[in-house]
Every structure is written in structure tokens, then in C-alpha cells.
């Protein structure tokens, strides 16, 4: 039986977010318990449009792609939590086109795990992130994240399996008459925001539970629009990294590396956080702190604007993109657009902005209450 949402999403996938042509050498990575369709799916448009399909059902990149990873978590020990995979290095090395798919079939299969152990497999990944980071960077492949509906997904963001797949459908646009002509009409909506933000220096976060200031004089603004991501919808740079002054108590909890995090306060001075807490896995975020030098520092700021998006459900692949927020992330910058920290961790927490949040650039009212303002 088809599943039509899976053919919508490897449709626009292999056609408008990393078009695959004659001969690309394409890995698809998930987990083959949870997402099959999308998997086959995938697999199948890649054929017809003459790639090779290098299927990666159990990879160990991430908790979302494989059944046994708690078990490995649980029982590595120092030298295992230190060696990297080899054939990971292999297909990151060789691939066109990367395809992941986030479908965990328990959002919390890390949470009891040591967050030390967590921090060190993180580290060790270092390799595998710099590769394809830097073979991005020139031009040598396309990588693409992307969500399957899980229960586990649909029960986290508290809702039944067929809400969430609605839920997503409406996110990727794909309730839209034409998907591609939605998403090329998005694409140029924010390439105007991004123009406009061109050469300006100096940006001012302020509204309920934030007061931030910081410089990106030199870097650029970034347009995300479905090609890395998919769903996507944000706008992005990398701070200057010791300009970042101010505070911040998030409103939207976050998760990452299945321990969900609510309740986070930071205070940064000369772009560090010299201040956290939260009221909930405090130890897990000051744990995460201390992983590395970089990882008190923003590498990303970024505003949401994926109007499909209108409600937390503590997946940051779609949370992070809620048209009317915005988010900023701890630890690794984009070269990209000019970053330059380096950090094992790259952890988004996502902020609203609907009840009268406000971002000032140069002392011009850029965005009030979710709405861009020029």
C-alpha cells in the first residue's frame, strides 16, 4: 500500500530541496522499525531520477536512526565512546546527497543516560560533522533533515498519530496546490529579508523575558527555505562571538538528545553565558555548558517563519521554525555566514515572540509580535 504522504515528501525532496541527478551517489539514513515509507519512498524517486540509493537503516549518527542505541549508550565504554565509525567517514566522504530522517520510536530513550557519556559520543561525531560541514562548504554535497510521523513523535507534541501527520502535511506545505511553487515563492519572500539585512551591524532582542543585544557586523543573513531542512522557515546568522550581551528566560521548553530541558535562563557578558539554570534537567544543561570552551557561546540567532508551525511539540526540527519565534543556539557557528565557534554541541532553544517581542537593527524596527516590520 502506498502511503501518500511518503511520495509527497520524496517528491519534493529529490526534486526541489537536493535535486538528485543522473549518476548522484545518495545515502539515506533512518531508521528502517519507523520509517519505511519514506525510506522506500525515498529509494524509489532516487531510482527514476538516476542516482544510486546507499540505504543507512542502523547508522549511529544520531538516537533517531537506530533501534540499539540506548543499548550502546548504556554499556560503551571510554575507548567505544572515543572511536567513531569508519564507514560513516565512508559514505559522508562519498555522498552526493545526504538524507536524514529524524523518526525516533522513543523521544526519551536517552534520558537516563549519563549526560558525561552523551558529551563524549558528541565529541567523538566531531569528524563526521566537520566533514560533510566542510564538504558543504564547497559545494561537494547537499545534506537534507527531514521528520517522519512516529508515534512516539506524535505523542511527545501530545497529539494522536493522524493529528501529527496532518500536523506535518501542513508544515511542508504540502497542503498547498503546488508544494514547489509554495516553497519557491517562500524562498523569495526571505531572500528580500535577508538582501535588506545586508550590510547592517547591530541587532536589539527585547519583549517579555528578553533583553539582548549583539553585533554581526560582516557576517551574513541566511534564507533556510526547504533545502537543508525540511520543513523549514528561519532566518539566520552567527553573532560576533563576544558581542552577545543580555538575558533570557526561554518560553518554549527544549529537547535535545532526548532530555527535554523547560525553564532555561541564560545571562551572557562579552558573549558568554556566565549564567544557567532551568527548572527542569538543569544538570543536563550545565553539563552540556561544560562540554566545551565553545559551547557557552551563540553560534546561531535565527527567526521562525514557517506560519504552518503554530504550536511547541519539543521536536526542534519543527519547534525552531514556528512562524512568530525565534531561536537561538549554543555552541557550533556557521562558517557560512561568517561564525567562527567551534563546539561539540550545536543546541537550539527557541523563544516566542507573538506578545510584543520586538528586534531592532541599527535602531530601525525590523520585527514586532511575529511580524517583519520592512
Same mark, same amino acid.
Given at each position: 500500500m502506498t502511503d501518500t504522504l511518503a511520495s509527497q515528501m520524496a517528491a519534493i525532496l529529490t526534486e526541489y530541496s537536493a535535486p538528485v541527478q543522473p549518476g548522484h551517489y545518495v545515502t539515506i539514513a533512518g531508521n528502517i522499525e519507523t520509517c519505511a515509507p519514506l525510506i522506500g519512498a525515498l529509494a524509489e524517486a532516487v531510482l527514476r531520477r538516476g542516482g544510486y540509493p546507499n540505504i543507512q537503516a542502523a547508522s549511529m549518527i544520531s538516537a533517531d536512526y537506530t533501534p540499539y542505541f540506548e543499548l550502546y549508550m548504556q554499556l560503551a565504554n571510554e575507548q567505544q565512546l572515543d572511536t567513531l565509525d569508519s564507514t560513516m567517514m565512508h559514505w559522508v566522504n562519498t555522498s552526493d546527497i545526504l538524507y536524514f530522517i529524524k523518526a525516533p520510536a522513543n523521544t526519551k530513550a536517552l534520558s537516563a543516560i549519563d549526560p558525561q557519556k552523551i558529551a563524549r559520543f558528541r565529541t567523538t561525531q566531531r569528524d563526521f560533522s566537520n566533514?560533510?560541514?566542510?564538504?558543504?562548504?564547497?559545494?561537494?554535497?547537499?545534506?537534507?533533515?527531514? =521528520?517522519?510521523?512516529? +508515534? /512516539?513523535?506524535?505523542?511527545?507534541?501530545?497529539?494522536?498519530?493522524?493529528?501529527?501527520? &496532518?500536523?506535518? #502535511?501542513?508544515?511542508?506545505?504540502?497542503?498547498?496546490?503546488d508544494p514547489v511553487a509554495y516553497w519557491t515563492e517562500f524562498r523569495e519572500m526571505q531572500t528580500r529579508l535577508v538582501d535588506?539585512? =545586508?550590510?547592517?551591524? +547591530? /541587532?536589539?532582542?527585547?519583549?517579555?523575558?528578553?533583553?539582548?543585544?549583539?553585533?554581526? &557586523?560582516?557576517? #551574513?543573513?541566511?534564507?533556510?527555505?526547504?533545502?537543508?531542512?525540511?520543513?523549514?522557515?528561519?532566518?539566520?546568522?552567527?553573532p560576533l562571538e563576544d558581542t552577545v550581551e543580555g538575558h533570557v528566560a526561554f518560553n518554549f521548553p527544549s529537547v535535545y538528545l532526548s532530555n527535554e530541558v523547560d525553564g532555561v535562563k541564560l545571562r551572557f557578558e562579552n558573549g558568554v553565558a556566565v549564567d544557567a539554570s532551568a527548572e527542569k534537567g538543569e544538570d543536563f544543561l550545565l553539563g552540556q555548558l561544560d562540554v566545551d570552551e565553545g559551547a557557552r557561546r551563540l553560534g546561531e540567532f535565527a527567526i521562525g517563519t514557517n506560519m504552518g508551525v503554530q504550536q511547541i511539540t519539543r521536536s526542534t526540527l519543527f519547534d525552531e521554525k514556528i512562524g512568530g519565534s525565534i531561536h537561538m543556539a549554543l555552541g557550533r557557528a556557521f562558517e557560512e555566514v561568517g561564525g567562527t565557534n567551534q563546539s561539540a554541541i550545536h543546541w537550539d532553544m527557541v523563544h516566542s515572540m507573538k506578545d510584543g517581542g520586538e528586534i531592532l537593527i541599527d535602531g530601525e524596527l525590523f520585527y514586532r509580535s511575529g511580524e517583519f516590520m520592512v
Open positions: 566533514a560533510y560541514l566542510q564538504r558543504y562548504d564547497r559545494g561537494e554535497l547537499i545534506w537534507v533533515v527531514t =521528520a517522519w510521523p512516529t +508515534h /512516539a513523535l506524535a505523542q511527545t507534541a501530545e497529539m494522536g498519530i493522524q493529528a501529527y501527520r &496532518e500536523f506535518v #502535511t501542513k508544515a511542508c506545505g504540502l497542503d498547498q496546490p535588506w539585512l =545586508a550590510g547592517k551591524k +547591530h /541587532a536589539e532582542i527585547r519583549g517579555p523575558g528578553i533583553e539582548m543585544s549583539f553585533d554581526f &557586523e560582516g557576517r #551574513t543573513w541566511k534564507s533556510c527555505h526547504g533545502d537543508l531542512n525540511f520543513p523549514d522557515g528561519e532566518i539566520f546568522t552567527s
